[in-house]
């Protein structure tokens, strides 16, 4: 079923979508950062659907979603004053804690680890569907996996209409990046996967924080990842992408023509509104990112924007990056991966 909550949450609709989480089914709904598929996290089976739908490898553990900080107490255990602190400061957010987890959880939400990923959305669709389900939500975002996370209905549509059992439209997600990932390692912050909370805003509460390995380098399959998912291939478009970067915009809007010219096919470029007039290519394969002084902008259209491109004919896209700094960091992450570490910084 589709409902249509972008303008008013329907009472009546939210009880029908909280009765199927409860009756062990699977839901979209949208959050602030990207959209989730939830299920009970305490129902095994449940949990079992969202890995079939999302075509999910089951060594990726997923996020619990809470709707009250007082349901952390039965998802996780022996709190530090470290991690406690991260609570009181960043949730209700785009933020996401690993905790010790409690026997309650089942194996298959924490992909067998000791650990478990918990979340509380800043987002009155995201928190009325947890709070009146009555339990945690686990959640990973709404995309087969590989692909780029849902932030639109439209896109989620043509990916999993017919997987689940209710898709809640709440309109284009606001940040269209997923949550910052934590764990305190040592009574240091790392983060695991960067978002819109960024080093400095950890920094700035708890004083020190850390951005672990594997942000702008590929993982070796045999190397040990605290966190699962950057194994994986992730945000990947299905043709292949370079993503190219300068402090100068000059010589990066050169390199970018060089490319074009003498590339042997038809190139798609992912680029700012700034440079659309200085780079040659047809209106039709120049997909807008938004303007460069506006990272916000940036990350709330990026993954429509690599969906987009694969919509496009064309054999090669060509990916503007950003500077790695604040947002920027979250944003050449994605880009990093999605197109397979083909980088070049001029
Ligand atoms: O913004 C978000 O976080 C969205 C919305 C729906 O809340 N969710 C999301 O979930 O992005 P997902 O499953 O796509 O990404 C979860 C990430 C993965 O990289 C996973 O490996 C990591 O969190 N993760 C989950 N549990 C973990 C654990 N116990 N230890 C380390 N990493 C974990
Ligand atoms: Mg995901």
């Known amino acids: 079923m589709y409902y249509n909550w972008k303008e008013t949450t329907n009472t009546e609709e939210l ?3 909280c009765n199927l989480i409860k009756n062990g089914e699977i839901v979209i709904f949208p959050t602030e950062t990207v959209y989730g598929i939830g299920a009970n996290a305490f129902d095994e089976k449940a949990v079992g659907k969202i890995f079939m739908a999302k075509g999910r490898p089951s060594d990726n553990p997923l996020i619990v979603h809470i709707a009250d900080k007082r349901m952390i107490t039965d998802i996780a255990k022996e709190i530090t004053e470290v991690e406690q602190k991260l609570i009181d400061h960043f949730m209700p957010g785009p933020f996401t804690l690993i905790l010790k987890k409690t026997d309650k959880i089942p194996n298959i939400v924490s992909a067998g680890l000791e650990t478990v990923a918990i979340r509380m959305p800043n987002h009155v669709i995201a928190r009325g569907i947890i709070a009146f389900s009555g339990v945690p939500i686990a959640a990973p975002s709404a995309n087969i996996s590989g692909k780029p996370s849902g932030t639109t209905v439209e896109d989620i549509r ?3 209409e017919g997987k689940v059992s209710a898709i809640v439209d709440g309109g284009e997600t606001e940040i269209g990046l997923e949550s ?3 764990k305190v390692i040592d009574e240091i912050p790392c983060i695991l996967r960067p978002g819109k909370i960024s080093v400095e805003d950890i920094r700035n509460v708890i004083g020190v924080a850390e951005l672990g390995n594997g942000i702008f380098k590929p993982i070796d399959e045999s190397e040990e990842v605290e966190s699962p998912g950057l194994k994986h291939k992730h945000y990947a478009p299905n043709k292949p992408a370079q993503l190219m970067y300068s402090e100068n915009e000059n010589d ?5 023509n060089r490319l ?3 590339y ?3 190139v798609i470029l992912l680029g700012f509104e700034e440079h659309r007039e200085k780079i ?5 394969r120049f997909i807008n990112l938004g303007s460069k002084e506006n990272l916000e902008q940036i990350a709330q259209n990026l993954y429509s924007a690599l969906r987009k491109s694969d919509e496009l004919a064309g054999q090669l896209i060509i990916i503007e990056g950003v500077k790695k700094e604040g947002l920027g960091i979250a944003i050449m992450n994605r880009l990093l991966r999605s197109c397979g570490y083909q980088y070049e910084e001029f």
């Open 15 to 17: 009880k029908i979508v």
């Open 158 to 160: 043509k990916e999993l």
């Open 180 to 182: 910052t990932v934590v």
């Open 252 to 256: 990066l809007i050169f390199e970018i």
């Open 260 to 262: 074009i010219k003498s």
């Open 264 to 266: 042997k096919g038809d």
């Open 280 to 284: 040659i290519i047809s209106e039709q």
